[in-house]
Each structure stands twice: as C-alpha cells, then as structure tokens.
C-alpha cells in the first residue's frame, strides 16, 4: 500500500492536473476524469461533478481496482474504466477521459483517427483506434476501453470521446491533449477531403527514429 505522502503528493498533482485539463478547454462541465496508480492495488481518481474551482487535493477519491471506496464523495461514475486500464496494463501510473470536442467529432464517427501525419504514431501505432459504442460506466465499456490501450495509449470511445494512459499524470494530460490537436488538425485536413496517410514504410522509417531518440 502507498505510504501517506505518497498519497498527498498523487493528490496535490491530481489537483493541479484537473485544473489545468480545465484551463486547457478538456473537460468542460466535468465530462471528463483523471485518476493515477496508487500502490499496488488502488487509485486515486477524481470525484463525479468536479469542477477545476471546486477540485482540491482532498477531493480525490481512492478506489481500489475491485471498486471498494469510501468517504462522502462518490468517484467519477467511470472508475470502472480507469479500473481496468490499471488492471490490464502494468505500464499505466495515470489515466486521462475527455468529451473534448474534437475527439468527440472523430469517435461520433466511429472511425479511427488515420495516420495522416506521423504524430499520430505517439500513440504507438499507425492510427488510434475507435472502440464500439457502449453506455458510460459499465464492464463492458471498461473492457472495450482497457483491450485498445494494449497496443496503443489512447482510444477513441465511439460515440462518447477517449481516454489515454501514460507513466504519470503529466504525461497522460499531454497525451489527452495531443489526441484533441490531432483529432482537430484531422477534422481540418478533411474539409480538403480524405488526407494522405503515411505508408508502410515511412511507419516503419518513423518507429525506427522515435524509439532510438527515446521518444517511444
Ligand atoms: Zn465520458
């Protein structure tokens, strides 16, 4: 079990991390969530109608991974999510949901975002995948979620928006943020029609290069 100031510190930068998901436009009228790893078998993870004004430290919620909480607020209605990402992914310290718009104009779609440009690879692959629509807060949206984070760090939630992992918190909110830049300039690329994507090779050229700068 994490020690104590471990704990305050995850919730001070939980916190901040809403916060500044808010500042960023991510998480209008609190569609969204954050949560981070804690110890072996927990998280902490933002309360269900937190606005970046009302979000303190003492806000988090800690859940463990079977959904055991308690203490007057309720976790985010999708911790079932967050829960399984953790469970199914060893690499997950952080993970970031948003409704923000740009991802949400992708997924309502139901089509993966391309590999129209190579940054679309951070994300570990050619293209980020849109997973089947399935009603907020249930097992089976967990599951859909947590089996496309195997391959990839984020998904597009058909119908709904994404979620992304990564090592910490701060790199999640970037990842969340990168998807949303991505899913715009995306949208733009369209009104020319369908864009060009990278092929085989140039993924292959672009893998090679990112994991020797240490960037994958
Ligand atoms: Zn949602």
Redesign the pocket.
């Given at each position: 079990m994490a020690d104590n100031a471990e704990e305050d510190a995850l919730r001070v930068a939980l916190a901040q991390q809403y916060r500044y998901v808010g500042s960023l436009g991510l998480n209008e009228l609190a569609?969204?969530?954050l949560s981070c790893r804690l110890g072996a078998d927990a998280m902490l993870i933002s309360p269900g109608g937190a606005t970046p004004e009302s979000m303190q430290p003492e806000s988090a919620v800690k859940v463990t991974l079977d959904g055991a909480w308690a203490g007057e607020r309720k976790p985010s209605s999708?911790w079932r999510m967050h829960a399984a990402i953790y469970q199914q992914h060893a690499a997950a310290g952080a993970v970031v949901?948003t409704?923000s718009d740009y991802c949400v104009a992708v997924a309502s779609h139901n089509q993966p975002l391309p590999g129209f440009h190579y940054l679309v690879g951070s994300f570990g692959g050619n293209d980020v995948p849109c997973v089947s629509y399935a009603t907020?807060g249930t097992d089976e949206l967990a599951r859909n979620a947590a089996n496309a984070l195997t391959d990839r760090t984020a998904c597009l939630?058909g119908n709904?928006?994404m979620i992304c992992r990564g090592d910490d918190l701060a790199s999640a909110v970037e990842a969340a943020h990168r998807l949303e830049i991505m899913c715009r300039q995306y949208v733009l690329a369209r009104q020319l029609g369908e864009p060009d994507v990278l092929n085989d090779a140039q993924w292959k050229d672009f893998f090679e290069r990112a994991r020797a700068a240490g960037y994958l």
């Open positions: 569609s969204g969530n999708e949901h409704h907020f939630l709904h928006g």
